[in-house]
């Protein structure tokens, strides 16, 4: 027998992660689940559903992004998967697609997680900006947290497990296999926090730490 293919078996199958990609910054969580050895998935249509370890829905605009869920016949699908178990994580915008609700904007968008957001809560001055925070469950020391435009996490429900805070504001949480953060750990290049997603959260075995998980420089 060939040995890679040995190799390949002895691995078993690689998990495959789809990332939401209508808009906004898919291409960096894509780049980081291939640096953790993961396969991944475009996700556009109600098909690439299929078959999935996980999904991540990435930053950018949560109105643009709803629109096309719904332009894509892709709403209910995905709200189907995820309330159906498929372990999701929502940055940013995808937080606020994950949210219950929206305190300043009546829009609902996948309403599956018992959480409540103000969108651009950290206002004009404050837009963009770098921050650190220890992160429950991440061995390593701080997290480096790089907000843009973000939401404010400001009611969280019962079942709501708060993971890290900044700023006197939780800007990380989960809810058994749904996971949100205000900030974005693709544009890091730290990659302990996909990496605690997919093993912990979605249960996915990944190829042993590499050179991949390196932190920001
Ligand atoms: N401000 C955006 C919104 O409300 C989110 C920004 C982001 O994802 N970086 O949808």
Not at 3 to 11: I, N, P, Q, S
Not at 23 to 37: K, N
Request: hydrophobic share 50%.
């Amino acid at each position: 027998m060939v040995g890679a293919a040995t190799g390949a078996l002895a691995a078993g199958p690689r998990p495959v992660v789809g990332v939401l990609a209508l808009q906004g910054s898919f291409a960096e969580h894509v780049e980081a689940l291939a640096a953790l050895g993961v396969g991944t998935r475009l996700v556009r249509r109600p098909a690439d559903l299929e078959g999935l370890g996980a999904i991540i829905l990435p930053g950018g605009e949560s109105t643009a992004m709803g629109r096309l869920l719904s332009d894509f016949a892709l709403l209910e699908p995905l709200r189907a998967a995820v309330a159906g178990g498929l372990p999701a994580w929502g940055t940013c915008a995808g937080a606020i697609l994950l949210a219950r609700s929206i305190s300043n904007d009546s829009r609902r968008h996948l309403a599956l997680m018992d959480l409540e957001v103000e969108r651009n809560a950290y206002g004009a001055q404050l837009e963009s900006f770098r921050a650190a925070a220890p992160i429950a469950g991440l061995e390593g020391g701080d997290f480096p947290l790089v907000f843009i435009r973000a939401p404010a996490f400001v009611g969280l429900g019962p079942g709501v497990e708060p993971l890290a805070s900044s700023g006197g504001k939780v800007v990380a949480c989960r809810q058994g296999t749904m996971v949100a953060t205000a900030f974005h750990p693709e544009l890091s290049g730290d990659r302990r926090f996909h990496r605690w997603f997919l093993e912990q959260v979605a249960g996915l075995s990944l190829p042993a730490a590499g050179s991949g998980d390196g932190q920001a420089a």
